[in-house]
């Protein structure tokens, strides 16, 4: 039953870093690349949208749901099997610091920044302006935090791995 348990909690872990990881991957490949296409005010407007949409139940328990099961399958490892618990430790250090973390410091703040401007009142050159400061710094935050999600993904494939070989 403990082992079952086991397997259960880590492929949650599994699935729910996946999605994350993936979501900020696809985000890297695919939202940046058009949004380096369009003009600071349509950008500024994007982001704002994305911004407020992306506070979801959905993204929710994918963002935390990934920190939750990761540190309950690391916990129920602790003990088992020695390879499964410190790659389970380093996925959710790498995820909680290096996901959740530099969101929570690098790229919310940010978003906060963005919120607060009405950009109907702000000048051609002070949209411009806005949106170098923003994105690069955005930018730079998201790709650390998708590194780190994808890293942390891997991590859980190679522990889930190492325990069902045992």
Known sequence: MEIQIQNISLNVALVLTGLSAGLFFAWSVSVIPGTQKIDSLSFLETMQSINREIINPAFFLVFFGSIAALTYSTYITYGQSTTSFWLLLTATLAYLFGT????????????????????????????????????????????????????????????????LKN
């Open 100 to 163: 959740i973390g530099v969101t929570g410091v690098g790229n919310v703040p940010l978003n906060n920044e963005l919120e607060l401007l009405n950009l109907a009142k702000l000048s051609t050159k002070e949209i411009t302006e806005f949106r170098e400061y923003y994105e690069l710094r955005w930018n730079k935050f998201h790709t650390f935090r998708m590194l780190f999600s994808v890293l942390s993904f891997l991590m859980t494939v190679v522990a889930l791995n190492f325990q």
